[in-house]
């Protein structure tokens, strides 16, 4: 079933859009990481431009987001409180992360970007992720304990101006939090991704948040970031493709639920291992992708 795009101006099977919405929203409620750093991709791989599949996929993510938070709500796994200071930063990342996004634009080098910045941010988080969960399975029972206990960075604990995170427990500064949000929304215009991939990992081993937190208040971030970048793709860069986000949302919503099930009975270690391998798998696909060359430049077809 092939449906037109209007605004990435190519028809493509529909049916392929919206499994690929649900394997979104699937990763979304597993992992709090919005599902867009997968989503993103393959839209380039099924060969839509990357500018429109940036825009559209940050669309899409902000539904398997609400979907996701209400069910991590529901058991207390969300720190409001958190979530607000990282939202903070996030829109104005997102403001900056628009004007970079129309200059590179511009330049008429936003492409090579987009590529380039997944190659990078997913390989090197996907390495540590991954290293960091083998430790994690081969630890006795009396160090996982240990390692249980987690704090925050000496960065993060020599900001000023501390704030009590009852839910999160941490007492450290909103600064850290705040400049994380700012990072994650500017990458969330770029790269039309919740940011949920570079999030996750930042909350646990540098601001030390309690892992009951992390995916809830992680989504919760992603929800409202990607609601902001939607609206200045939609008013800027106008690479919102309606029809494409819509068929991604219809998988995602119940994606999200499926996930948030999966979560809840699987082991956290092995999960953040198959997440570190997806992500390792991503960055090489698209690291090749970079390196080699059309068999055409371009192609004239019958729709």
């Not at 960091?132 to 160090?143: D, G, H, V």
């Not at 391998?277 to 992708?289: E, P, R």
Request: hydrophobic share 55%; glycine share 14%; net charge positive.
């Amino acid at each position: 079933m092939d449906v037109y795009l209007p605004i990435a101006n190519l028809a493509i099977n529909g049916l392929w859009i919206v499994v690929l919405g649900g394997l979104t929203g699937i990763l979304s409620g597993i992992f709090g990481v919005g599902g867009g750093f997968l989503t993103t991709p393959l839209l380039i791989f099924s060969g839509i431009p990357p500018t429109v599949a940036a825009a559209s996929a940050a669309t899409q993510v902000t539904g398997a987001s609400v979907s996701g938070v209400i069910a991590q709500s529901k058991r207390g796994g969300v720190d409001y409180q958190m979530g607000g200071v990282v939202v903070a930063g996030g829109l104005i990342g997102a403001l900056l992360g628009a004007g970079i996004f129309n200059l590179l634009t511009a330049f008429g080098q936003i492409d090579v970007v987009i590529n380039l910045l997944y190659v990078i941010l997913l390989g090197t988080i996907g390495t540590l992720m991954g290293h960091e969960s083998i430790q994690a399975l081969n630890r006795k029972p009396q160090e996982k304990r240990r390692a249980a206990k987690r704090r925050h960075h000496p960065l993060i604990a020599a900001l000023p101006m501390r704030w009590r995170f009852y839910r999160s427990g941490l007492y450290i500064s909103p600064l850290g939090p705040f400049i994380m949000g700012i990072v994650v929304g500017i990458l969330t215009m770029l790269m039309g991704v919740g940011g949920g991939f570079i999030m996750v990992p930042v909350m646990l081993y540098i601001l030390g948040m309690s892992a009951n937190v992390v995916v809830g208040t992680s989504l919760f971030n992603i929800l409202f970031v990607t609601m902001m970048t939607t609206m200045v793709h939609a008013l800027t860069t106008q690479a919102v493709d309606i029809v494409l986000a819509g068929l991604l949302l219809i998988g995602s919503v119940s994606g999200a639920q499926i996930g948030t099930r999966i979560a809840l009975s699987a082991k956290p270690e092995l999960l953040r291992l198959c997440l570190a391998v997806i992500v390792l798998i991503v960055a090489a696909v698209m690291l090749f992708g970079l390196f080699v060359i059309p068999d055409a430049f371009y192609t004239v077809t019958p729709l």
